[in-house]
């Protein structure tokens, strides 16, 4: 277990949070490996490999904005009804630009408008949503996507 242990704290972690991370984060710690076995090396297998999969599930939460679960999870099924066509099933992106980490390119205000009015290839919503539905899905999009991952 040693071996095992000291291999996993030399393995540079993935610039992103990782997800299955977040699902077990007791298996990130080498007491807590040591403590369950085996089952920590499955899953920790499995962790590594759903890290390294794929670069497009990265996805961070912005540090600075709190919502509210409720909302994130309206905003949630906004997105799946109107913007995986062109942004993708979990926001890697389509026609559309990828949105995982949209909240580092534009501030709350600056995202709220771009869904309301749209531009360059991306439909304004000010018309189809209500003011609710583009707060919540713009509130998903900056901090929601593990609810799909
Ligand atoms: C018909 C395709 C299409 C649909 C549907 C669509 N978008 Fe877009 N979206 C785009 C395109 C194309 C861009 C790039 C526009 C640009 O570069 O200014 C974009 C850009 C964006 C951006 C800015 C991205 C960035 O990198 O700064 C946000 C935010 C966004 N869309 C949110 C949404 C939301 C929310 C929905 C659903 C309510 C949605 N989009 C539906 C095509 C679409």
Known sequence: MTEVTGWIAGRPRPAGICIVSRMFPAVMSPKSIRRAGPAAVVALGLLIAACGGS????????????????QLEAGRDVYLSSCTFCHGNKGEGGTG??????????SPEDHLQKVTEGGNGMPGFGRSLTEQQIADVVAFERAGWDLLD
């Open 97 to 106: 630009p990828n949105l995982r980490q949209v909240w580092e390119r534009r």
């Open 55 to 70: 670069a497009e599930a990265e996805f961070n939460p912005p540090p600075d904005e709190q919502y509210p679960q409720s």
